[in-house]
């Protein structure tokens, strides 16, 4: 926006005194110019790091050792052998060496276990091929034995002796194959435990390997919530766990902001933002709205998740700094959100728009077509005109935080009047008004003015 106060205007030009001789009441003026105006959305937040990851154990012991502390830079998968090195957390793995050691030793007793029943199934059939070859003998003897009696060349009872010697010959056999079947069964089941073994060899070295903990990001140590020594246990669900320590990624700082219901419409990833904490006096951060939830949250959600409320209704939205925004986290931050810009607009100081009853208003600006007949009250400024106030009504569109647009009712090189409020408030028709530090002509109002002219008192 280019604008231009009366102070400097009358400083500029050399101009003093106010219309007709007479003595007016001091006020304030601006040029109304061409300008860009965007439309912004106001929200509470609090700085935050864009990557943050909290260190808990997925087993419980005691911690062993922990050489990182707040403040200290880390790297993603950082592995050390010792206090010299760069392991993020060491817990105690005694009792997990040991579950290990004892898992080897299952394995091996079943992989034993299965080596014997392999043998014994090789033996069983070496029984059973050598009782085939008695059972094949003892039925040539049966056979003969049976030609012979026919001759009656031997009794009866030399051919019964060999029918009981060829039938226990076959239920021999049968036996023995039932008892292979069940050892080349039982052999299966030994292979499934040694598969159960070595899957709990696996599970315990995992376990084991829990005991060293990396860091996932590059990043910094913001918070060390225990110390060498204590236990820290796994989550259930009812218990979150043991939180052991919080890395950030502080290169980039997010603002997670708070907006209201009323005004989540027009915001939309993508959008230009700033930011302004109190820590950082007379800085502003700019960043960009990097995403917008889809629904609101509520006070007790909010209180539930330990986020910050102000005990109404919320969309969560994150805005990304832009890099270098050197950002405590966890500072509260006020965040402006443009979401939309008017390029080329007529606009005026907000403190200028007032309002005013129609009836009131002289019959001239009344009946003016940038009035609405159908309501009570009119919004209009007031011009200075041959040193006295002249309303003016005007129709207005969007407003940043200082400045409105202005649709009708207004002309580029107009002044308008802009304060102080309590001269506004009473300000009528012909009143007769000066500039605090002189007056200014219609002709210098309208020329061209500099960038340095921004500057009001």
Sequence with gaps: MVGVGGFFVARQFGV????GGQEGVEVRTEVV?????????S????VEPRTRVQISARISARI???PYSEGQVVSAGDVGTGVAGSTLLRLDASDLA??????????????????VAEVRIRARQADLQASTVMMVDAERDLARQTGLLKTLDVSQVTVDAAQVRFDQMSNQIASSERTLEADRANLGVLGHELEAAAAQIEQARESLSYAVITSPIDGTVTRVNAKVGELVVTGTMNNAGTVIMEVADLSRMLVVARVDEASIAGVKAGQRATARSSAYPGREFSGVVQSVALSKTT?????QRGEPTDGVAFFKTEILLDEGSEVLSGVT???????????GVLKVPSQAIMGRKIDELPAEVAGNATVDRTRTIATVVYVLKGGKAAVRAVKVGASDLTHTMVTAGLEEGDVVVVGPYKVLEGLEEGDAVKMAAGAATQAAATLPVTRAA????
């Design 16 to 19: 003093v005194g106010g219309g």
């Design 33 to 41: 110019a061409r300008g860009d105006l965007g439309e912004v959305v």
């Design 43 to 46: 929200a509470p937040g609090q």
């Design 64 to 66: 062993a050792e922990l």
């Design 98 to 115: 040991a579950q290990l050691k004892a898992t080897e030793a299952r394995f091996a007793a079943q992989r034993a276990s299965l080596e």
């Design 299 to 303: 006070p007790a959600q909010a209180q």
């Design 333 to 343: 931050a006020d965040v402006e959100i443009e979401t939309r810009r008017h390029a």
């Design 454 to 457: 921004t500057a009001r008192p």
